[in-house]
């Protein structure tokens, strides 16, 4: 559980904090590149992680944890913002 808290939370927080800043900073147009930039960025991120925090058991599920925890994130803001932009 500890590796879980230091190997993949930190990447859902920093994935949760590009698309916050993707609503407040980027205008309707041009969210869905920045949301696809936030995704890559935290993919990114993730590899960095996993390397420089070496641990030799569970790469395969951190990584996935990680990944799959970012698109996920990812995907709800994206309906959000979708779900907003036929609002307004």
Do not use: C, Y
């Not at 696809?36 to 030799?56: D, E, K, W, Y």
């Amino acid at each position: 559980m500890g590796t879980l808290w230091t190997h993949v939370v930190p990447i859902w927080v920093l994935t949760a904090l590009g698309v916050i800043w993707v609503g407040f900073a980027v205008g309707n147009e041009d969210r869905v590149e920045s949301l696809v930039a936030v995704l890559a960025a935290s993919v990114l991120a993730t590899f960095v992680l996993q390397i420089v925090a070496f641990q030799r058991g569970g790469l395969v599920k951190r990584l996935t944890l990680a990944v799959t925890g970012s698109t996920v994130i990812t995907l709800s803001t994206s309906a959000v913002f979708a779900l907003f932009a036929v609002v307004n």
